[in-house]
């Protein structure tokens, strides 16, 4: 069943995802993310309220010419005309009419204690102002979408008036009422319920545009797609205010995987994981790795015990292939590792271990060995494949990749004399080591002593090996293991440092914070520079 | 409708919740939120494998001298037998019935490809299992709960093994099947329908437990409820494998506030908010400001355009009253902390604040005031009630309590010449003070900056307030803020320290750790020496 074309997969994040607390787009981002968008396939891109704020009415000018998409259309959103005024005068309801977009997505009280308290008018003028944008604007040769706000609250206090706005907005030539849980606190048997009654008794046709505040956004939206609306709104990676949006990649990858509607381009759905990704980079709100279908952690296993069955049949222990979304089965390496799961990672990483030959079972048996007793330690590998990776390749190859030969380090923090509260103390780090034949030995600053030593040791392999002027250390996490015995714990540390193309995540482990840190950077770099061919 | 007692809200944070990737919980850590758990009142605490690893069986060891519970009954998770086996002589059941928790739950396959490919043995056999264990353990005086694992797959292909697991569980003994969706695939409707046949056909007393892979987990709860289900399983902030499971306190949150079914003791739900951030401070997992009900985002309104229409009647713009989970309606710009909070928090301290004083309406005002400035630069004092105190001390009295002023510090962290892996550096600090009309001079040394800080900062205030002798730094966490930004990103620090018979917490931030650290450590001996009356 293709439903391209007759249903919608209509994206807010510029819009409505923007309201998230923290976030902020330049114009320059919302382009990207539109780009991002269409690369995914969906049908309406709203891109903000062209009139409202500067930012809005530039974004829409600079579509013209910088957006050339292939599969999205953009909507305009903004509000009906004024109490008391006429659409065809409203300076507002012209910006719309005139952004370019072409499709205009017009919000209405459709609750009638809002439009008596929130917006001030009559429940008659409410109407007018309905009935006399929505015409203006068709006439005007606009597809119109109306935005029903509060409309399940409003159909709860209110129903025959709230019916009469979805009416008056469809005789008036909009295409569809986007039914919106403003509030956010349906669950998904009554949205159904609502859905079901507004489809049988206007006939108008529905969308559904839901919040998370109870955590079924996803599945409300599923239920009014089952009780009739063939409007899906949502925002890239559930961002929006509050609790967020309906995250529509998940509702996209639950209609066409789960539900066998085929809502994008054929194809398309794989680029959810990418798409979700690239827009987290735009907007810097780090991407939760518990993501449904696209997070990191999404397809990740614990291997071991089970590792053995998933090689007969992973379906046994996944909802779905990963490959549908564009992401990956991830096998963790935990503690748990057994062989065959050393054996999968490898592979995974681009390893033939080969545990049928003698040597291949030896190699796998050291590797397993290592990486229990380093675990044992505290470290983990779980979340650093880089430094699996180097361990791997020592194992194999015999040695450990090696690019520098460290002699010393020093890192001193101290209070400065005149100092603002907060910034009383820097840190001063001093790396002694050998690269490529030479000694050096370098100074580093930093407003901590990782910092310093990053720095340092950077400056230091950056005179034999320039490429890692490229590498940058873009996360830090810290985690004191064996909690309870206050600073004298085993520290555990992770770094991930990127090249600007990719990232990869080292560990290091011990009783010093400083030098767990160190071990890490000095993995870090290390693997870098394997990448790089160095 | 009283369900409480009928119903089961059973919390399996400790097990299920502990697989998330890169979580790892001590014996303290599980039982520091096992009594988290209790103060919110869920029913079941499912604390993990006994026997399986030698954690969990130090859990359920100190469990029993350790945990007094109020509201909830521990739990112990497992295996049925081994194929083959008999129960009453399997050391693995043997652990389980041992555990002191006097509640088992087993669990076991229902899906036949699963017996066949990942169990390895005859479809016969498992029901044997499941028989002979679950009749042991009830013989044994223990309550049985069966984990149906992989069900609704298992139902899917295979019904009537999938039901005959279930059957033969309850007739040895089990008092309820927890229908398990593994791998997480399902939705609402599937569960619902899935939940009414097993009911209908079986008369087995119906448990639920969800997986969030289609981002429906809760509405899958909830569904499974509706068609029948009378025990919930699910994980504080939804942690768990892969994309997390149920988040239970927005199950809890929907039945209570959405449904009208009372499953917590009466006034409990008020602890979800702090009883979630706590459990995450625990876990030291960053907390997503957008989750449901608890999230510090989920009733933060963008200030300006509606407030007026917040001000004549909040419930046109919130789906639920935040006070009833122990959240707050916040205006954007500001942070966390209201009036009242500071107001409830002083009296909690045994502060009265008496905000009906003139004086006492402007102290919480400046309280407020100071905590908002606070949090806005990353502090935190949810988990930190000494350093609040101290704050508040400060605006009662007009001064911080302060018992020596530190000059200087400085802390050396670098290699040691002959070193053994892992004991490669060592720390060593210097501290300058006055404390008891005298100047220190003092020296430190420590396996780490904090350590050496610590070590010379105690000696150099010893001399004058012997009392510290007794202090102890008994646990020291660190959080980057703001990942992303490398090393260069702020750092908060918490850090406990008891006398022996008291602990408390204090926090520090800063955007050089060591610097974070120092505040932290100044504000716990500070709070123990006023504590001791000095």
Chains 1, 2 share one sequence.
Not at 27 to 53: C, S
Not at 118 to 127: D, F, Y
Request: net charge negative; hydrophobic share 40%; aromatic share 6%.
């Amino acid at each position: 069943m293709d439903l391209h074309g007759a249903f919608h997969v209509y994206d807010t994040t510029l819009r409505d995802g923007a309201q998230q607390e923290g976030l902020s787009l330049s114009v320059a981002d919302k382009l990207t993310i539109a780009r991002h968008l269409d690369d995914l396939g969906v049908g309406y891109v709203e891109g903000g309220w062209p009139g409202a704020n500067p930012k809005d009415t530039e974004f829409f000018r600079r579509a013209r010419t910088e957006l050339s998409l292939r599969h999205a259309r953009l909507a305009a959103f903004g509000a009906t005309r004024r109490a008391g005024a006429v659409a065809a005068d409203d300076p507002g309801v012209a910006a719309l009419r005139d952004s370019g977009a072409g499709v205009v997505t017009l919000v209405a009280k459709s609750h009638a204690r809002h439009v008596e308290l929130a917006l001030r008018t009559t429940l008659e003028e409410n109407l007018a102002m309905v009935r006399d944008t929505v015409a203006h604007l068709v006439a005007e040769g606009q597809q119109v979408f109306l935005d029903a706000e509060h409309f399940f609250d409003g159909y709860r206090d209110d129903r025959d008036y709230a019916l009469e706005v979805l009416r008056t907005a469809a005789e008036a030539g909009a295409e569809l009422a986007a039914l919106c849980d403003t509030n956010g606190g349906m669950l998904p048997g009554w949205v159904a319920d609502v859905v079901h009654d507004v489809v049988e008794t206007t006939g108008v046709r529905v969308g559904i545009h839901c919040h998370n505040d109870t955590g079924c956004a996803v599945a409300n939206t599923l239920a009014a797609v089952d009780a009739g609306a063939t409007h899906v709104q949502g925002t890239v990676n559930g961002y929006g205010e509050r609790t967020g949006n309906a995250d529509l990649v998940a509702v996209v990858a639950n209609l066409e995987l789960k539900l066998g509607r085929q809502v994008l381009p054929p194809g398309l759905l794989r680029e959810a994981t990418r798409t979700a990704h690239a827009v987290a980079e735009v907007t810097n709100v780090p991407p939760s790795s518990r993501q449904p279908y696209v997070g990191t952690s999404a397809f990740a296993h614990k291997a071991g015990l089970h590792a053995s069955a998933v090689k007969v049949d992973p379906d046994l222990y996944q909802h779905t292939d990963p490959l549908g979304v564009g992401n990956d089965m991830r096998l963790l390496v935990s503690d748990m590792a057994g062989r065959a799961s050393i054996e999968l990672k490898g592979r995974e990483l681009g390893f033939d271990l080969d545990a049928d030959s003698p040597e291949g079972r030896a190699l796998v048996g050291r590797v397993t060995e290592r990486v229990k007793a380093l675990e044992s330690r505290g470290h983990t590998f779980e979340a650093a494949d880089a430094s699996f990776e180097l361990l791997l390749v020592e194992e194999i190859e015999g040695r450990r990749p090696s690019y520098f030969e460290v002699e010393s380090w020093r890192v001193i923090t101290e209070t400065l004399a005149h100092a603002r509260p907060g910034e009383e103390a820097v840190s001063e780090a001093t790396v002694k080591l050998r690269a490529g034949g030479e000694r050096f030995v370098v100074t580093g600053e930093g407003n901590g002593p990782v910092n310093a030593l990053d720095a340092a040791l950077r400056a230091a392999i950056g005179q034999a090996w320039p490429e890692v002027a490229t590498f940058e250390l873009i996360d830090y996490k810290v985690r004191i293991l064996d909690q309870g015995h206050g600073t004298d714990a085993t520290t555990r540390v992770l770094i991930e440092t990127s090249d600007g193309a990719s990232s990869w995540v080292t560990v290091g482990v011990g009783a010093n914070v400083v030098e767990a840190s160190w071990a890490a950077l000095v993995d870090g770099l290390t693997f870098g520079l394997r990448r790089h061919g160095a």
